[in-house]
């Protein structure tokens, strides 16, 4: 499936939830590969807040980025909107700190975006696809979320407050095609004991009864209730029948937990990809939402990693082999360190190493424990980067190459002798005056055991 991003751009105005200021949200359409961010065009320079787990500062009550000094309130309504159009790039312009609460769902936004409709870009959308089970438990609420394996996005969220009023419930999205109608319009709640600490936490601002459904676990007095007509800006509030403070009936009998499924959504949006899974939810809330989101990204990086080994059959002729490397290296035994290419591009490199106990090398190293030292595997890409930066470069035998810097070197797993060490390098940026800038990653088998960013010159023999 293609990319999508807004046929046009559409704009909102409210008030924020906790801050109480006016603002105006503009979602604009974004090139391919941009992704969601976020940008505060009241402050100097507009500083951009990409919509991504990494920046998540704050979840009382609503999830905050932040980066630098730029902060963005409560954006899980708005992400939750474009998660249900499967949008995924977008220019989300704010005039304030805060995205505008509106009616305390996401149906607004949704709508606003369905009138303009979407776009198909010219780039393959990537999934996070749920391979195993991924398990997430907070032992301080008992909260529980769990990622499943499925052939497409679905969500179930369970709630229980241990209330004699909200009892609990459940609510399950099986196909995102059900969102508008089913999840986006489902309001925010909270409970009327919860009121009094929020607002002396300097917090719903511009809470109202027109944008949550506030939840009375008790008989509340006639004074109580005018003292808290006064604080929301109201003549009178009552309670009904069902234990509702509100003007307005449920949308749905189970509308709590259809919001809280709204903000899963949104929440685990900051993953940046789209979902091919199952989750279901226990207790979700803002803190374990993005707590979750954390791991399941955790566990996408890996993923690319994986999705980037390259295939080994040595079945098959190579590209280059040993006594073809020696004419482009000046390295020979014992410091060759590639015995072949098996890939070859104008901007990666694939070689192979075969880790042998009659090596050099374990004679001194670790001689009772073999184990094929961390440097080694980082010159062995180094060479491989070579093969790569000389064949552009022509003349081979005319030039050298040379560290200059290596960054980000991680090693991640022990190599023995039997391995075959799969020795990866790309180009991050294109050569200029001799400067070769190159992401390096070496696999045994599927398992990353060392990776690092190198940069080495080639110089004029």
Same mark, same amino acid.
């Given at each position: 499936?293609?990319? /999508? ?71 899980? /309504? ?55 089970? $991924? ?150 809330? /803002? ?37 073809? $490397? ?104 294109? $050569?200029?005056?001799?400067?070769? /800038? ?19 010159? $080639?110089?004029?023999?």
């Amino acid at each position: 499936m293609r990319q /999508h991003t807004l046929a046009g751009q559409v704009s909102l105005s409210g008030i924020g939830l906790h801050t109480g200021k006016e603002v105006t949200i503009t979602f604009l359409p974004a090139d391919a590969n941009h992704g969601i961010k976020f940008q505060r065009v009241d402050l100097e320079g507009e500083p951009v807040v990409p919509a991504d787990v990494a920046y998540v500062v704050a979840t009382n009550r609503g999830t905050t980025l932040a980066k630098g000094d730029a902060t963005v309130a409560t954006v899980e /309504h708005a992400l939750s909107a474009l998660v249900g159009h499967n949008i995924d790039n977008a220019l989300v312009t704010l005039t304030g700190p805060e995205v505008p609460i509106l009616d305390g769902s996401a149906g607004p936004f949704y709508d606003a975006i369905g009138k303009v409709g979407t776009s198909e870009l010219e780039a393959d959308r990537e999934y996070f696809e749920i391979e195993q089970p $991924i398990e997430f438990r907070d032992e301080l609420t008992g909260a529980e979320l769990v990622a499943m394996p499925a052939d497409h996005f679905e969500v179930t969220t369970m709630i229980d407050f241990n209330s004699k009023v909200l009892g609990p419930q459940y609510a399950t999205m099986n196909d995102l095609s059900d969102y508008g109608g089913e999840i986006a319009h489902s309001r925010t709640f909270v409970f009327l004991h919860e009121i009094e600490k929020l607002l002396n936490q300097d917090l719903i601002k511009g809470g109202s009864l027109d944008n949550a459904i506030v939840i009375a676990e008790r008989e509340v007095s006639e004074p109580e209730l005018l003292a808290l007509a006064k604080r929301l800006g109201r003549e009178s509030v009552s309670v009904d029948s069902s234990g509702v403070l509100n003007t307005t009936k449920l949308k749905f009998q189970n509308e709590p937990a259809r919001h809280k499924l709204l903000d899963v959504i949104g929440d685990l949006a900051l993953i940046g990809c789209p979902i091919k899974g199952k989750i279901v939810a226990r207790k979700p809330g /803002h803190a374990v939402n993005t707590a979750f989101a954390k791991r399941l990204k955790s566990v996408l990086k890996e993923q690319r990693k994986l999705r980037g080994v390259p295939k080994y059959d040595p079945t098959v002729p190579p590209i280059m082999d040993t006594v073809q $490397i020696m004419g482009y290296l000046p390295h020979r035994y014992p410091m060759l360190l590639v015995d072949k290419v098996i890939e070859l591009s104008d901007k990666h490199v694939v070689g192979v190493k075969n880790v042998t106990f009659n090596e050099g090398i374990f004679q001194g190293h670790f001689p009772n424990n073999p184990v094929f030292p961390g440097v080694l595997q980082i010159e062995a890409l180094a060479q491989t980067g070579g093969m790569l930066a000389l064949s552009i470069t022509g003349d081979p035998g005319e030039w050298d190459m040379y560290f200059v810097k290596i960054d980000s070197c991680k090693f991640r797993g022990m190599v023995r002798p039997g391995d075959t060490l799969i020795l990866k390098m790309e180009l991050l940026s294109p $050569i200029r005056r001799g400067i070769v /800038h190159m992401q390096g990653t070496a696999y045994v088998g599927n398992t990353v055991v060392s990776e690092g960013e190198l940069i080495a010159q $080639i110089v004029k023999r």
